[in-house]
Protein backbone atom coordinates (compact mmCIF):
# COMPACT_ATOMS: atom_id res chain seq x y z
CA UNK A 1 0.00 0.00 0.00
CA UNK A 2 0.69 3.48 -0.21
CA UNK A 3 3.40 5.22 2.52
CA UNK A 4 2.84 8.33 4.56
CA UNK A 5 6.16 9.42 6.88
CA UNK A 6 5.28 11.20 9.59
CA UNK A 7 8.24 12.88 11.90
CA UNK A 8 9.18 13.44 14.53
CA UNK A 9 7.71 10.27 15.90
CA UNK A 10 8.52 11.48 19.60
CA UNK A 11 9.23 14.64 20.97
CA UNK A 12 8.94 16.79 24.34
CA UNK A 13 8.93 20.30 24.57
CA UNK A 14 8.51 22.67 27.40
CA UNK A 15 5.54 24.15 28.09
CA UNK A 16 5.09 27.66 25.88
CA UNK A 17 7.05 26.66 22.88
CA UNK A 18 5.99 25.52 19.49
CA UNK A 19 6.44 22.48 18.12
CA UNK A 20 6.23 21.35 14.30
CA UNK A 21 4.71 17.83 12.41
CA UNK A 22 5.51 16.78 9.30
CA UNK A 23 3.06 14.74 7.30
CA UNK A 24 4.34 13.47 4.20
CA UNK A 25 3.03 11.37 1.34
CA UNK A 26 5.94 9.09 0.24
CA UNK A 27 4.79 7.52 -3.46
CA UNK A 28 1.54 9.82 -4.18
CA UNK A 29 0.24 13.40 -4.37
CA UNK A 30 -2.14 13.76 -1.27
CA UNK A 31 -4.35 16.79 -1.91
CA UNK A 32 -6.16 15.92 0.81
CA UNK A 33 -4.53 15.08 4.58
CA UNK A 34 -6.14 14.63 7.82
CA UNK A 35 -4.79 15.39 11.55
CA UNK A 36 -5.98 13.20 14.08
CA UNK A 37 -5.26 13.25 17.85
CA UNK A 38 -5.55 10.14 20.28
CA UNK A 39 -5.60 10.10 23.98
CA UNK A 40 -4.61 6.83 25.62
CA UNK A 41 -7.34 4.03 25.36
CA UNK A 42 -9.49 6.48 23.37
CA UNK A 43 -10.63 6.92 19.92
CA UNK A 44 -8.77 8.97 16.98
CA UNK A 45 -10.41 12.29 17.06
CA UNK A 46 -10.49 14.33 13.50
CA UNK A 47 -8.66 17.84 14.38
CA UNK A 48 -8.60 18.97 10.53
CA UNK A 49 -8.61 18.42 7.19
CA UNK A 50 -5.63 19.87 5.06
CA UNK A 51 -6.09 21.17 1.49
CA UNK A 52 -3.53 21.63 -0.68
CA UNK A 53 -3.01 25.41 -1.44
CA UNK A 54 -6.09 26.20 0.97
CA UNK A 55 -7.11 26.78 4.21
CA UNK A 56 -7.92 24.16 6.82
CA UNK A 57 -11.07 22.61 7.49
CA UNK A 58 -11.04 22.62 11.49
CA UNK A 59 -13.22 20.02 13.38
CA UNK A 60 -15.64 21.78 15.99
CA UNK A 61 -13.73 22.61 19.50
CA UNK A 62 -10.64 22.73 17.76
CA UNK A 63 -8.24 25.96 17.96
CA UNK A 64 -6.74 27.29 14.81
CA UNK A 65 -4.31 29.28 16.24
CA UNK A 66 -3.35 27.07 18.35
CA UNK A 67 -3.22 24.30 15.83
CA UNK A 68 -1.54 25.64 12.64
CA UNK A 69 -2.11 23.70 9.94
CA UNK A 70 0.16 24.04 6.53
CA UNK A 71 -0.41 22.10 3.43
CA UNK A 72 1.90 23.54 0.85
CA UNK A 73 2.97 21.34 -1.78
CA UNK A 74 0.89 17.74 -2.65
CA UNK A 75 2.99 15.77 -0.75
CA UNK A 76 3.28 17.67 3.04
CA UNK A 77 1.18 19.07 5.23
CA UNK A 78 2.65 19.96 8.65
CA UNK A 79 0.51 20.91 11.68
CA UNK A 80 2.80 23.26 14.56
CA UNK A 81 1.40 23.25 17.90
CA UNK A 82 1.40 26.57 19.64
CA UNK A 83 1.99 27.33 22.79
CA UNK A 84 1.93 23.90 23.94
CA UNK A 85 0.99 23.09 27.15
CA UNK A 86 1.26 19.65 29.19
CA UNK A 87 -2.62 18.75 28.61
CA UNK A 88 -1.71 18.74 24.76
CA UNK A 89 0.38 16.26 25.11
CA UNK A 90 -1.26 13.08 22.87
CA UNK A 91 -0.26 10.95 20.17
CA UNK A 92 -0.96 13.20 16.73
CA UNK A 93 -1.71 11.18 13.82
CA UNK A 94 -1.89 11.94 10.02
CA UNK A 95 -3.37 10.49 7.25
CA UNK A 96 -3.02 11.11 3.65
CA UNK A 97 -6.02 10.39 0.91
CA UNK A 98 -5.17 8.56 -2.28
CA UNK A 99 -6.97 9.27 -5.00
CA UNK A 100 -8.05 6.20 -6.99
CA UNK A 101 -10.78 6.02 -9.89
CA UNK A 102 -12.86 3.70 -7.98
CA UNK A 103 -12.84 5.93 -4.73
CA UNK A 104 -10.76 6.90 -2.01
CA UNK A 105 -8.16 5.07 0.28
CA UNK A 106 -6.45 6.95 3.22
CA UNK A 107 -3.37 5.81 5.06
CA UNK A 108 -2.05 6.74 8.23
CA UNK A 109 1.47 7.72 9.46
CA UNK A 110 3.30 6.62 12.35
CA UNK A 111 2.13 9.01 14.69
CA UNK A 112 3.76 11.66 16.72
CA UNK A 113 4.02 11.52 20.46
CA UNK A 114 3.80 14.99 22.09
CA UNK A 115 5.17 15.13 25.55
CA UNK A 116 4.83 18.86 26.82
CA UNK A 117 6.20 19.21 30.36
CA UNK B 1 -26.82 8.89 18.16
CA UNK B 2 -23.13 8.89 16.81
CA UNK B 3 -22.32 8.53 12.78
CA UNK B 4 -20.60 5.27 13.10
CA UNK B 5 -20.71 2.90 15.98
CA UNK B 6 -19.57 -0.29 16.87
CA UNK B 7 -19.36 -3.66 19.17
CA UNK B 8 -18.11 -1.85 22.46
CA UNK B 9 -16.10 -4.51 23.10
CA UNK B 10 -13.63 -6.30 24.25
CA UNK B 11 -13.35 -9.26 23.22
CA UNK B 12 -11.29 -12.16 24.38
CA UNK B 13 -11.24 -15.28 22.55
CA UNK B 14 -9.26 -18.51 22.53
CA UNK B 15 -6.86 -19.11 19.53
CA UNK B 16 -8.30 -20.51 17.04
CA UNK B 17 -11.81 -19.31 17.83
CA UNK B 18 -14.01 -17.31 15.24
CA UNK B 19 -15.27 -13.56 15.92
CA UNK B 20 -17.04 -11.45 14.15
CA UNK B 21 -17.21 -7.44 14.32
CA UNK B 22 -20.48 -5.43 13.56
CA UNK B 23 -20.36 -1.90 12.92
CA UNK B 24 -23.27 0.50 11.84
CA UNK B 25 -23.37 3.65 10.02
CA UNK B 26 -26.19 6.28 10.32
CA UNK B 27 -25.47 7.85 6.93
CA UNK B 28 -26.90 6.27 3.99
CA UNK B 29 -25.54 8.44 1.54
CA UNK B 30 -22.07 6.37 2.59
CA UNK B 31 -20.40 5.21 0.02
CA UNK B 32 -17.38 3.59 0.90
CA UNK B 33 -16.11 1.32 3.78
CA UNK B 34 -12.96 0.00 5.58
CA UNK B 35 -11.76 -2.01 8.18
CA UNK B 36 -8.50 -0.82 9.97
CA UNK B 37 -6.33 -2.41 12.50
CA UNK B 38 -4.93 -0.26 15.35
CA UNK B 39 -2.00 -1.88 17.63
CA UNK B 40 -1.28 -0.33 21.17
CA UNK B 41 0.56 2.92 20.35
CA UNK B 42 0.45 2.78 16.90
CA UNK B 43 -0.73 4.22 14.07
CA UNK B 44 -4.09 2.95 12.24
CA UNK B 45 -3.30 0.30 9.18
CA UNK B 46 -5.93 -0.88 6.60
CA UNK B 47 -6.79 -4.26 7.02
CA UNK B 48 -9.34 -4.59 4.33
CA UNK B 49 -11.98 -2.32 1.94
CA UNK B 50 -15.40 -3.57 2.13
CA UNK B 51 -16.76 -3.87 -1.11
CA UNK B 52 -20.64 -4.44 -2.13
CA UNK B 53 -20.45 -8.05 -2.77
CA UNK B 54 -18.65 -8.86 0.22
CA UNK B 55 -14.85 -9.72 0.16
CA UNK B 56 -12.49 -12.33 1.86
CA UNK B 57 -8.93 -11.76 2.35
CA UNK B 58 -7.00 -15.02 4.17
CA UNK B 59 -8.79 -15.54 7.72
CA UNK B 60 -10.52 -11.96 7.00
CA UNK B 61 -14.16 -11.98 5.31
CA UNK B 62 -16.22 -8.35 5.20
CA UNK B 63 -19.59 -7.66 4.22
CA UNK B 64 -21.76 -5.35 3.44
CA UNK B 65 -25.27 -4.92 3.96
CA UNK B 66 -26.68 -1.35 2.59
CA UNK B 67 -30.14 -1.62 3.10
CA UNK B 68 -29.22 -2.23 7.00
CA UNK B 69 -26.39 -0.19 7.17
CA UNK B 70 -23.69 -2.22 8.60
CA UNK B 71 -20.79 -3.96 8.20
CA UNK B 72 -19.11 -6.64 9.58
CA UNK B 73 -15.74 -8.15 10.14
CA UNK B 74 -15.39 -12.45 10.58
CA UNK B 75 -11.76 -13.71 11.84
CA UNK B 76 -11.65 -17.21 11.44
CA UNK B 77 -8.69 -19.24 13.22
CA UNK B 78 -7.97 -16.58 15.60
CA UNK B 79 -4.14 -15.87 16.07
CA UNK B 80 -2.40 -14.11 18.77
CA UNK B 81 -1.01 -11.49 16.53
CA UNK B 82 -4.49 -10.62 15.59
CA UNK B 83 -5.20 -8.96 19.08
CA UNK B 84 -5.78 -5.40 18.21
CA UNK B 85 -8.36 -2.71 18.10
CA UNK B 86 -10.17 -2.65 14.97
CA UNK B 87 -11.58 0.12 13.56
CA UNK B 88 -14.56 0.61 11.16
CA UNK B 89 -14.15 3.52 8.69
CA UNK B 90 -17.35 4.67 6.48
CA UNK B 91 -16.63 7.27 4.01
CA UNK B 92 -19.45 9.81 2.36
CA UNK B 93 -17.33 10.68 -0.63
CA UNK B 94 -14.51 12.88 -1.04
CA UNK B 95 -12.62 14.22 1.46
CA UNK B 96 -15.21 12.77 4.56
CA UNK B 97 -14.13 9.95 6.47
CA UNK B 98 -15.41 9.09 10.24
CA UNK B 99 -13.84 6.60 12.27
CA UNK B 100 -15.99 4.35 14.71
CA UNK B 101 -14.80 3.98 17.98
CA UNK B 102 -12.78 0.82 17.64
CA UNK B 103 -13.75 -2.77 18.95
CA UNK B 104 -10.48 -3.83 21.03
CA UNK B 105 -9.60 -7.82 20.63
CA UNK B 106 -7.59 -9.99 22.50
CA UNK B 107 -6.79 -13.70 21.64
CA UNK B 108 -5.73 -15.58 24.39
CA UNK B 109 -3.43 -18.63 24.06
Known amino acids: GAVVSQHPSWVICKSGTSVKIECRSL??????MFWYRQFPKQSLMLMATSNEGSKATYEQGVEKDKFLINHASLTLSTLTVTSAHPEDSSFYIC?????????????FGEGSWLTVV | RKEVEQDPGPFNVPEGATVAFNCTYSNSASQSFFWYRQDCRKEPKLLMS???SGNEDGRFTAQLNRASQYISLLIRDSKLSDSATYLCVVGHGGQNFVFGPGTRLSVLP
Open chain 2, 50 to 52: VYS
Open chain 1, 95 to 107: SAQEVWSNGNTIY
Open chain 1, 27 to 32: DFQATT
